[in-house]
């Protein structure tokens, strides 16, 4: 695991983070859940390849969504089967604490939302729209 994984990983259990990127003595976290930090993150004026990552939990939609923001390693406290599988894909180092067979809703009745959404996409600018589609629907109460 590189020194910027260790302090990204470091940080996310020594805070009250949910998602941090490092890279040298640039340092960026959320306390988001979901996918926000990483949809925000796309947006940002920063350039932010080359980073790396420690989030509380990756599936396969904050999986691609890494792989678009050109992060170059990634350590997950929990991943899903199609996270680390998507991520190797795209050549992007995965390390973790628990691997899970997908990732959960927030109540525990089933499979996230957004995990769901993109567990049949192979490209990430697909996924980046299946996604922003999913966000939208549970907006609007679908």
Known sequence: MR??????KELLFSGKYTCVLCKGERVYSSSQRGVAPLLSWLNFEEDLRGFCAA???????A?????LLG???????????PAVE????FGIPCFYGEK???VRNRTDTGFCPMETSVLDIEEPEAALDAILKK???LRNGN
């Open 3 to 8: 020194a910027d994984t260790e302090k990204a």
């Open 86 to 89: 998507t991520l190797r894909k």
């Open 71 to 81: 992060t170059a390693e990634v350590y997950a406290d929990i991943v899903s089967d």
């Open 135 to 137: 966000l939208e629907e």
């Open 63 to 67: 999986a691609f969504l890494y792989v």
């Open 55 to 61: 989030d509380k939990v990756v599936g396969k939609a």
């Open 100 to 102: 899970v067979k997908a």
